[in-house]
């Protein structure tokens, strides 16, 4: 198992995906960052996936 760090660059990147998602959907822009985030869980489970 393998912990996920998420860097101040990493944060800063997924800020700017949901606000520019959220320029055209705030919907699609809320789901996307969730998968995004979501994945952390999967990767500290299987980093091989």
Known sequence: MVKVV???RAL???E???EYISKG???YAQ???EKLIDTESIIEID???
């Open 6 to 8: 998420w860097t101040k």
């Open 12 to 14: 800063s990147d997924l």
């Open 16 to 18: 700017d995906i949901g």
């Open 25 to 27: 959907s705030l919907k």
């Open 31 to 33: 789901i996307t960052l």
């Open 47 to 49: 980093p091989k996936q």
